[in-house]
């Protein structure tokens, strides 16, 4: 069983959702949240549709690093590469650089927050669990049975509740969120019987 997800959870259903931060200093003021690069297919959507509707005028150079703890082929980075560096990359008409640094390249996870508070990172794709070490009600992403539904997951994630996590997560860490990102969910197998409620797991050993 896992956390949400990203950023992300326990009971009938964990969600996986992630926080795409960046420092409050960063130059960059693009609003697409996203996930990992990678050199994979984006299962011929249309690319289009996540092209900047303003063009950016500023000429000045600037360089944007994103971490992230997935490999480069994994659907996140995908969809960060082709949804976000290559939009941004294209409106700034080459002004903006975005550098995405895959598989902890540039450290853990919280490393990443501490790089990002003292501004020497701009960018990084989080997860809820992490961040419940710096804010605890984080952690409340990840219960299980939290959630009835993916729709209730990402209502919530986009409504009031989400909104409250990402004001705590700008007024006690300065990481101001640029979005939630879905990056599935987990689900609870075993060899013994169907898992529909908590009674369910009395008497399973469940392995992390």
């Known amino acids: 069983m896992k956390k949400f997800a990203a950023m992300f959870l326990a009971l009938a259903m964990v969600a996986s959702l992630s926080a795409c931060g960046g420092n409050g200093s960063s130059s960059g003021s693009a609003s697409s949240g996203g996930a990992s690069s990678g050199g994979a297919s984006s299962g011929g959507a249309d690319l289009g549709e996540y092209a900047l509707k303003t063009q950016i005028t500023s000429t000045d150079k600037i360089t944007i690093r994103i971490s992230s703890d997935a490999s480069e082929?994994?659907?996140?980075?995908?969809?960060?590469?082709?949804?976000?560096?290559?939009?941004?990359?294209?409106?700034?008409?080459?002004?903006?650089?975005?550098?995405?640094?895959?598989?902890?390249?540039?450290?853990?996870?919280?490393?990443?927050?501490?790089?990002?508070?003292?501004?020497?990172?701009?960018m990084a794709y989080l997860n809820d669990s992490i961040l419940s070490g710096f804010i605890p009600e984080f952690a409340v992403v990840g219960l299980p049975y939290?959630?009835?539904?993916?729709?209730?997951?990402?209502?919530?994630?986009?409504?009031e509740f989400g909104?409250?996590?990402?004001?705590?997560?700008?007024?006690?860490l300065g990481i101001v969120n640029l979005g939630w990102c879905d990056v599935g969910f987990r689900n609870l197998t075993n060899s013994k019987r169907p898992i529909t409620s908590v009674e369910d797991l009395k008497g399973l050993k469940i392995a992390p």
């Open 73 to 122: 082929i994994h659907p996140s980075e995908i969809v960060l590469e082709e949804c976000f560096k290559a939009p941004l990359e294209a409106a700034s008409n080459g002004n903006i650089t975005v550098e995405i640094y895959p598989n902890s390249m540039l450290g853990s996870l919280t490393e990443n927050v501490n790089s990002m508070q003292m501004g020497d990172l701009e």
């Open 146 to 159: 939290l959630f009835t539904s993916v729709d209730a997951v990402h209502n919530a994630m986009a409504g």
């Open 163 to 172: 909104e409250t996590l990402s004001e705590k997560l700008e007024s006690q």
